[in-house]
């Protein structure tokens, strides 16, 4: 299926949760699977533990803007637990951060697009939510090890959340510049 | 949508938090054992996180003795036969890199360090 086939259909029913929004909310599962997948394969996390790219958020968060709440809620735990599948780690440790980083990053996302949207764009939103889901992450481990030593990787954690957050939040500005004319906001 | 000042704003402050919190940031290295040596030649090594208890450590050399206590992860020379006692009045040491000298006995101990704990879960 193209691209454009899928957008058109994905306009067919705005908030019901028609075949057309099904349709194209799979894709943008698909999609965020598929980055979460490429991301793990990346080197940079084994540098920094719990250092990544968040490219998957990229796609959280067009579906926040084009879809709404609910569906960002749907792609987002579809990629957890369909990511997890493809890595083979589902219902364990690494699976439990996943989940538990996505829901506090998707909360304060969507608090961040509801409240800051007339002042932050995507890069400062992308930002806010990736520190959060590393800040989340960093609070499960010390509460998992049992350590206040692991705080140490907070400076680092933020910086990197800073950096991706606004690679991936300047990667949505550019999408939505381009993808408005085609699709509603939701 | 471009990049807006908010952004910049925000992104400046997460920054100056995260620097901030590297400056307070406790020491990356944890004691690991405290390590005696006499006239240059290691004589004892007592494990930190061990010793709960107190352990008391009796250092010979050629020149004197010195009578370590090590309690807690920190080490404290109690009693020598040196004549100014510069030792006994250091006091405790427990970071890492830190030592207790008695130079005329040519006796010392030092708090060696090791990294913290490797990574036990790989985040995906």
Redesign the interface.
């Known amino acids: 299926m193209s691209q454009e086939t899928a957008l058109a259909l994905a306009r067919m029913d705005d908030k019901k949760l028609g075949s057309g929004r099904i349709i194209g909310l799979s894709v943008f599962v698909a999609a965020s699977i598929t980055a979460h997948i490429l991301e793990s394969q990346l080197v940079i996390g084994s540098v920094v533990p719990g250092v990544k790219f968040g490219l998957a958020n990229i796609f959280a968060m067009l579906v926040l803007i084009y879809y709404g709440p609910p569906a960002a809620l749907i792609v987002i735990l579809g990629r957890v637990i369909g990511g997890a599948l493809m890595n083979g780690t589902l219902l364990q440790l690494p699976f439990l951060f996943s989940l538990c980083g996505a829901l506090v990053s998707y909360v304060v996302l969507i608090l961040a697009y509801k409240i800051g949207k007339i002042h932050l764009s995507f890069v400062g939103i992308s930002v806010l939510a990736a520190s959060a889901h590393n800040l989340t992450q960093l609070f499960i481990a010390a509460a998992v090890i049992g350590s206040m030593a692991i705080w140490s990787l907070i400076p680092a954690l933020l910086l990197s959340a800073v950096f991706f957050g606004s690679i991936t939040g300047t990667a949505v500005n550019l999408v939505t510049a381009r993808l408005s004319t085609y699709l509603p906001r939701g | 949508?471009?990049?807006?000042k908010?952004?910049v704003l925000?992104?400046a402050i997460?920054?100056i938090?995260?620097?901030a919190?590297?400056a307070f940031?406790?020491a990356?290295y944890?004691a690991d054992e405290i390590r005696f040596f006499a006239d240059d030649h290691l004589v004892k090594c007592v494990k930190v996180g061990q010793d709960s208890i107190m352990v008391r450590v009796k250092i010979k050399s050629a020149e004197g003795d010195v009578d370590f206590i090590v309690q807690n992860g920190r080490v404290r020379a109690q009693s020598a036969d040196c004549p100014n006692h510069i030792c006994m009045r250091s006091g405790w040491r427990e970071s890492p890199g830190e030592a207790i000298i008695c130079a005329p006995n040519r006796i010392y101990a030092i708090i060696t360090g090791v990294e913290?704990?490797k990574?036990?879960?790989?985040?995906?």
């Open positions: 949508m471009t990049i807006s908010t952004d925000l992104i997460i920054v938090m995260a620097l919190v590297a940031a406790p990356k944890r913290p704990e990574v036990d879960a790989m985040l995906r």
